[in-house]
């Protein structure tokens, strides 16, 4: 479905990430890829894994840092000649704004949890929109959870942050549309990744999940990636500012 294709994935960390997930399913679609990495600390890691995938490369990128998100678009046009996919599947926010009540988030952790929640999906897109023009249009694809909609306890100001990167999504689909850039999220079940792990008590959101989803189950990496294939595809060719969820189907609950 993604044969000739090119993508970029920001946020794979190890084995366990979402975007290792999709970069597989993209990959096995037919997708050549790139994927970043934020630190030399998971270099290893990243690049082991992509290894794996045949003509894939690896390249540093933190989102805080302009010069390197300037030099990861370039070198990607220069090995791809544009860009058809990009995955946004990167977030952060301090320690202690995980821990501590809401009402205590400082000034310094709401601003660096947009910052590298949100705003990073707008940079991103601007960034991309030039070389996915080049190949006459493109797909966006970022994650995002219910907690932007629904309180969960200790999910805090990252709520907060995928309310603000919802919101980013439906702004950019609208600018970019005109150009063929679609730009969508999906919404994940828990999964136990790094990043969730830094979420107290989310053994028991999974174990909650798998007791009144209508699935009764919980949400695996590879199911996600076969959302971002679809997205990706030409089958979603319709479909932008969208919030796709892929979580089981707990949303629809009340109780
Ligand atoms: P993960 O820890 O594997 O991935 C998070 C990634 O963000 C890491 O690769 C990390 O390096 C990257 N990152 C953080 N700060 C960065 C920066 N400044 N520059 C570049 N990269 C940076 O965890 P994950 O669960 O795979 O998270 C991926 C996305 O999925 C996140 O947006 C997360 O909120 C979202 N999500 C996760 C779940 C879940 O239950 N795991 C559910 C819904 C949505």
């Known amino acids: ?42 270099k290893e890691f990243v690049n082991d894994l992509a290894a794996t995938l045949p003509g894939t490369f690896t390249l540093p990128c933190d989102v805080l840092n302009d010069a390197q998100v300037d030099e990861t678009f370039e070198r990607v046009d220069r090995e791809f000649g544009g860009l058809d996919i990009l995955v ?17 988030t400082t000034r310094d952790a709401f601003r660096t949890a947009l910052d590298v929640s949100a705003y990073s999906l707008v940079h991103l897109a601007r ?14 694809i970022t994650m995002t959870y219910l907690g932007s909609d629904r309180v969960f ?68 990496a590879a199911e996600i990636g076969d959302v971002a294939v679809f997205l990706a595809s030409n089958l979603s060719r319709n479909v932008t500012g969208v919030v796709l969820f892929c979580d089981s189907g707990y949303h629809v609950m009340g109780m």
């Open 1 to 42: 479905m993604l044969e000739g294709k090119t993508g970029l994935v920001f946020g794979v960390a190890n084995r366990r990430s979402i975007a290792w997930g999709i970069g597989q399913a993209l990959a096995g679609a037919g997708a050549r890829l790139a994927f970043t990495y934020q630190e030399d600390r998971v």
């Open 127 to 140: 960034k991309a929109a030039p070389l996915m023009e080049k190949r006459g249009g493109g797909s966006i």
């Open 88 to 104: 946004h599947s990167i977030a952060f926010a301090p320690r202690e704004a995980l821990e501590n009540p809401f009402v205590e």
């Open 153 to 220: 306890p200790k999910y805090n100001v990252m709520g907060v942050a995928k309310a603000a990167l919802e919101s980013c999504v439906r702004y950019l689909a609208s600018d970019l549309g005109p150009r063929n850039i679609r730009v969508n999220a999906i919404s994940a079940g828990p999964i136990r990744t790094l990043a969730a792990r830094s979420i107290q008590g989310f053994p028991r959101m999974e174990e909650h999940v798998r007791e009144v989803s209508p699935l009764r189950r919980n949400t695996e």
